[in-house]
């Protein structure tokens, strides 16, 4: 076991390195002279030039510089902001528990929803609850969530009023930002109403950036379903007289859970790109709408130490998606 | 003896069977009994025959501004006109016209995006699969890294540096969609790399360009194929997306995921303008998906009877 958790472990290393790589060449690949495009329209002067590339170490062999650049990420250093002047991993760290705050529902919507109706298109396998629930998985993984997005809230929140447009919570309440989960805080809070409204104005996002991962993890448990059910085993409990639904739910379903599980856990890829789409539909403040927003504001380090943080967490889930799939598993931790 | 009867029976037997399906009969044969697939080909073949012959068949240019036509309403609604069928925008553009020029772009976009990326992992994936060793775990370390990122974040990671514009996303998709071909084409080439049909070719001499060409690679397609056509749907999503938040093509052009980012302003007082960019995206993308899920029911051997 720890010899197959090692084997992982060291394939992950090239794989952080190359990141790096690809962010720290990011940068220098833009356009023009680094300082110049960080300085923008106001220009700097030859000496002030000279300073500041020698300040963040453009005057070293390239070597050098790649080199200051991992052993500063490995010290969770990824430079400063060039307009708000705050460390970027700070910036990061404030913004990130509302993008997990997000994610999380959108999984237990995606969840809540897929996995059921999977069952339920597999146990019907050629019916008319199979045929549509197969359309809708499609439609919803053929979905432009931003789109989406807008549509839900021109039907919900601009027609039904039901739902608020955009934020994480209302503005008459002011929570103190304990653990930077909303949901918690305002439960923390003793505003009256403050927990319904951040509820409030969590389902629409979430409903939007699960919508994708709902529409995966349906498809992937329906099939994993229908093979297991062709098994021998399942015959035999069937034939021995167990109740269909014990059939289907204990003896099934926990076998056909295993590759759901890692589809699940691939799915956090997703989660997080589709965040940035979602966040800026619905003025979210995470770590998507940050991301995008740097762009537009041409704050590179913003950008690249973002991008790093990002695909780090997406490697180290996928790692985690690995190890647990080694451990149910016992044929993927013995193989090569 | 019993040898001449075996031989005449089996030879009344092929007598009386029907003549034996060719390759792209069968194909067809498999592919059709898919009413899914089929409507996907049908929806797919209007889009392309709308992209072709957008100056045909749009009622408007896509870029007059009809300034005493504002925001208009559907023509089935109140307020609307029938020389607007689906309404016009905030400058007093037809909503129609603009959608059917939009799909002369990201067909285009597709088209450009699938084929660089097809060539690109092919030739990628051939060279990891045939000459093993070094080379592929070299590629294969790339690739692993490209996978390690979400799609959407890498293409805009790629336009942030490169600047926003429609050859730059359309370049941005093709970097990220090759992985998926490198490492469909190494594997069906490693597992055809084992058949006797390889070794002959070698043993008569054929050369490495060669046995990798002609030899292997007509035999690794269909689940490229397949591949392929899904990619369209991720390019064309992709696409959208990356106009949506301004960095694909620039506002003036009539891209869906444009469209929909200059709409955002009009979501609560004009919903037309909203809804029929993103319809047209999600039926492309619909399109293309189910097609793709028809070929690979029709092109995989495993799951024929």
Not at chain 1, 17 to 41: H, K, Q, S, W, Y
Request: charged residues 15%; aromatic residues 8%.
């Amino acid at each position: 076991m720890f010899q197959f958790i090692f084997r992982r472990l060291s394939l992950v290393i090239p794989t952080f390195l190359g990141i790096t790589l690809l962010t720290f060449t990011l940068i220098r690949l833009i356009p023009g002279d680094p300082i110049e495009v960080m300085a923008g329209e106001r220009g700097v002067s030859a000496e002030r030039h000279a300073e500041l590339s020698a300040q963040l170490g453009f005057d070293q062999p390239l070597y050098v510089q790649y080199y200051r650049y991992v052993s500063g990420v490995l010290q969770g250093d990824l430079g400063n902001s060039l307009i708000t002047r705050e460390p970027v991993m700070k910036e990061f760290l404030t913004l990130f528990p509302a993008t997990i705050e997000l994610a999380t529902c959108a999984a237990i919507f995606a969840i809540l929803i897929g996995l059921p109706a999977g069952i339920f298109a597999a146990v019907k396998r050629g019916t008319i609850v199979d045929h549509s629930v197969m359309t809708f998985s499609l439609t919803g993984y053929s979905m432009p969530i931003f789109w989406w997005a807008l549509l839900l809230m021109l039907v919900f929140s601009v027609n039904l009023g039901w739902t608020p447009v955009s934020g994480r919570i209302d503005v008459v309440y002011w929570i103190d930002d304990v653990t930077g989960f909303m949901l918690i805080d305002s439960l923390l809070s003793d505003e009256e109403g403050a927990f319904t409204s951040a509820v409030s104005h969590l389902i629409l996002p979430s409903i939007v950036l699960g919508t994708i991962p709902m529409a995966v993890i349906a498809r992937m448990t329906r099939s994993s379903m229908l093979e297991v059910l062709s098994e021998d085993y399942i015959r035999t409990a069937r034939a021995k007289g167990i109740a269909p639904w014990r059939v289907i739910v204990i003896h099934a379903l926990r076998n056909a859970l295993i590759p759901v599980i890692t589809v699940i856990g691939l799915q956090v890829g997703i989660l997080l790109s589709g965040a940035i789409l979602t966040e800026t539909v619905f003025a979210w403040p995470g770590i998507g709408k940050w991301l995008i927003e740097s762009i537009g504001r041409r704050d590179y380090p913003v950008v690249q130490g973002g991008i790093l943080i990002v695909a780090c967490i997406i490697i180290v889930v996928n790692l985690l998606v690995d190890i647990t799939y080694g451990i149910v598993n016992p044929r993927i931790r013995h193989s090569r | 003896m019993s040898t001449s009867t075996e031989t005449s029976t089996t030879q009344t037997a092929t007598s009386t069977a029907p003549a034996p399906m060719t390759p792209l009969q069968e194909f067809w044969h498999y592919f059709s009994s898919n009413r899914g697939a089929v409507a996907g080909l049908v929806v797919i073949v209007i889009i392309c025959f709308m992209a072709i012959f957008a100056n045909f068949v749009a009622p408007h240019s896509p870029s007059d501004q009809y300034r005493d036509a504002l925001l208009l309403p559907p023509a089935w609604l109140e307020g609307g006109n029938w020389s607007f069928v689906l309404g016009t925008d905030d400058v007093g553009r037809d909503i129609l016209s603009r959608l059917i020029y939009g799909s002369r772009l990201s067909i285009a976009v597709g088209i450009v995006a699938v084929t660089a990326s097809l060539v690109m992992g092919i030739l990628l994936g051939l060279i990891a699969g045939y000459f093993k060793g070094m080379i592929d775990t070299a590629i294969m370390r790339i690739v692993d890294i490209m996978l390690a990122m979400p799609s959407l974040l890498l293409a805009i990671a790629i336009v942030a540096i490169l600047g926003p514009s429609i050859v730059n996303a359309a370049l941005a998709i093709s970097i990220v969609s090759l992985p998926h071909y490198v490492r469909l084409t190494r594997a069906a080439t490693m597992a055809e790399m084992s058949r006797d049909y390889v070794t002959s070719s070698k043993v008569i001499g054929a050369g490495p360009l060669r046995l990798m060409f002609v030899c292997i690679l007509p035999n690794c397609l269909a689940p490229l194929i397949v591949q392929a056509t899904l990619g369209f749907s991720s390019a064309i999503l992709d696409m959208a997306a990356l106009g949506f938040l301004g960095l694909g093509a620039q506002p003036p052009t009539p891209e869906w995921g444009s469209m929909l980012a200059d709409a955002l302003q009009f979501v609560q007082r004009a919903w037309w303008v909203v809804t029929f960019p993103g319809l047209m995206i999600l039926i492309t993308v619909l399109a293309f998906n189910l097609m793709g899920d028809g070929l690979r029911d029709a092109l995989d051997p495993k799951l024929k009877q």
